[in-house]
């Protein structure tokens, strides 16, 4: 159980355009969403929480229009990445929790690699 | 600030022991967490800690002191599919997770 899965698993895209990833806890419901941005060889970097049905909540330093969370039901969360530039190349990975905070365990899903040409 | 510390990059022997250890300080703690990562793929759970003293679970176990804000992972029996990232993470007084910076595990035949 407690599967999560992410979709695109990769994405190439040239400079400029707009990339939505999805991330779906499978059989179970998620309360809250965590998006994670990971550059190679560095840790996970929070990038934003999300709860079913509010607005997320970003990390400093996020830019809130350029990352677009949306989190409408209990089973799926997406991530658009605006205007993408080569930059915002990186590993982006999605988990979600039954519980209002991170105190319960993160399910990871298995994380999407953007590409911006 | 809050800071986990963990090695870079640790070695060792197929069927050996290795111990990876994790200090941190962070404002408050609930519990701290080991996630396994390899290459190219998102972190998987392997233990959680919130009272002191050595959880055990299988060929892995996680020590936790928090007087002395420090954690370790231990791997027994190395096996070369143990090669991976391992982040150490700090819940702190907000519930937010902190994360290590992973330390590098290469198992050598």
């Known amino acids: 159980g407690a599967v999560v899965s992410q979709h695109p698993s990769r994405v190439i895209c040239k400079s400029g355009t707009s990339v939505k990833i999805e991330c779906r806890s499978l059989d179970f419901q998620a309360t809250t969403m965590f998006w994670y941005r990971q550059f190679p060889k560095q840790s996970l970097m929070l990038m934003a929480t999300?709860?079913?049905?509010?607005?997320?909540?970003?990390e400093q330093g996020v830019e809130k229009d350029k990352f677009l969370i949306n989190h409408a039901s209990l089973t799926l969360s997406t991530l658009t990445v605006t205007s993408a530039h080569p930059e915002d190349s990186s590993f982006y990975i999605c988990?979600?929790?039954?519980?209002?905070?991170?105190?319960?365990?993160?399910?990871f899903g298995p994380g999407t690699r953007l590409t911006v040409l | 600030g809050q800071n986990i510390d963990q090695p870079t990059e640790m070695t060792a022997t197929e069927g050996a022991i290795v111990q990876i250890n994790c200090t941190y300080q962070?404002?408050?703690?609930?519990?701290l967490f080991w996630y396994q990562q390899h290459a190219g793929e998102a972190p998987t759970f392997l233990s959680y800690?919130?009272l002191d003293g050595l959880e055990e679970k299988g060929r892995f176990s996680s020590f936790l002191s928090r007087s002395k804000g420090y954690s370790y992972l231990l791997l027994k029996e190395l096996q070369m599919k143990d090669s991976a990232s391992y982040l150490c993470a700090v819940l702190d007084s907000n519930y937010q997770l902190i994360w290590g910076a992973g330390t590098k595990l290469i198992i050598k035949p």
């Open positions: 988990s979600a929790s039954t519980g209002q905070s991170s105190y319960n365990e993160q399910f």
């Open positions: 800690n919130v």
């Open positions: 962070t404002s408050g703690f609930n519990g």
């Open positions: 999300s709860n079913e049905g509010s607005k997320a909540t970003y």
